[in-house]
């Protein structure tokens, strides 16, 4: 039996040596590409950021150049450091002040944040936890205006609010969203609250709530991660917001930042685009602070979608 062993014991030496001269055990090959499947994810991550990033990274650096080393110069960093593109932004153009722009800005954002919370939320409790004939019809219908592109009714909605005298003022922006005409925060708020269990309502049915009670003592404390990530999507779409003011806003003094920052672009006088840089950076902080601030909440509220009860 001892004459037997010894063939066995050559060919395993053999093959230990064999996979030596191959680059090792299987274990450290399978080591050796994991490492190497990372080492190409991550340097094409990077890659990717790269170029998401640098536009935006373009952008704040160029507020720093002369206004004419922005045009034609496509390098990051400034050859000449400068503040004048920001006193030039904060101190306004067309005799309105930088402050007047974002105070306009602020109102049409927190406006139609307000607006959207109030209206959605009702109309989702509506659709989501009460029986009314057509109930469906009608919600079949409010998800069909998504597929409706906002070019198609601008003509029809201008001639309204312009025989009603709202033109030049920010009712055609705020009105609409008040009356629960933003079907995507309708939808959201429905599954969300089809996502909670019924009983809570029969609970506090029991107790003697009615439907106003139910909505603002049981469910709508619970629907906290919907109502801040509408709340987040209503702020940031409403801040960058350009087509809606041009169409309704025909003074200077009503002017948001998205309008302000085309007017230091004028293609038949000379063009400040430094500070037109400056005002985007600073158009920038505000949406940064407001994500920034309620990006806890929006984390919490997708890790908590799924607990029931």
């Given at each position: 039996m001892s004459e037997n062993l010894y063939p066995n014991h050559t060919a395993q030496e053999a093959g230990a040596t064999l996979l030596a001269e191959r680059g090792g055990s299987p274990s450290s090959q399978a080591r050796q590409r994991r490492r190497t499947n990372s080492v190409v994810f991550h340097t094409l991550v990077i890659a990717v950021?790269?170029?998401i990033l640098y536009p935006g990274v373009w952008m704040v650096m160029s507020s720093f150049k002369p206004n004419g080393d922005i045009v034609g110069n496509v390098n990051l960093w400034p050859e000449t450091w400068t503040l004048d593109n920001y006193v030039s932004a904060l101190g306004g153009i067309g005799g309105v002040s930088f402050w007047s722009f974002v105070l306009n800005s602020l109102i049409l954002?927190?406006?139609s944040v307000v607006g959207i919370v109030l209206s959605a939320t009702v109309s989702a409790y509506a659709f989501a936890r009460i029986s009314f004939p057509g109930r469906g019809v009608y919600f079949a219908i409010m998800i069909g205006t998504m597929l409706l592109p906002f070019h198609v009714v601008i003509i029809p909605q201008y001639i309204l609010f312009n025989s009603m005298g709202m033109v030049n003022t920010f009712l055609p922006l705020l009105a609409p969203k008040f009356l629960a005409t933003e079907a995507f925060f309708v939808f959201l708020m429905v599954q969300f609250l089809?996502?909670?269990p019924r009983e809570l309502d029969e609970a506090a049915r029991i107790d003697g709530c009615g439907h106003w009670g139910i909505f603002r003592l049981v469910l709508l404390p619970l629907m906290r991660p919907a109502v801040i990530t509408s709340s987040i999507f209503a702020f940031i779409w409403s801040w960058n917001d350009f087509l809606g003011p041009l169409l309704y806003l025909k003074q200077p003094e009503t002017y948001p930042l998205p309008i302000a920052l085309r007017i230091y672009v004028d293609q038949t006088s000379v063009s400040d685009y430094g500070a037109q840089m400056a005002m985007a950076v600073l158009a920038l902080v505000p949406v940064l602070l407001f994500f920034v601030l309620f990006q806890?909440?929006?984390?919490?509220?997708?890790?908590t979608q799924g607990l029931k009860g």
């Open positions: 950021a790269v170029v954002a927190v406006g089809r996502g909670l806890r909440y929006l984390v919490d509220g997708v890790a």
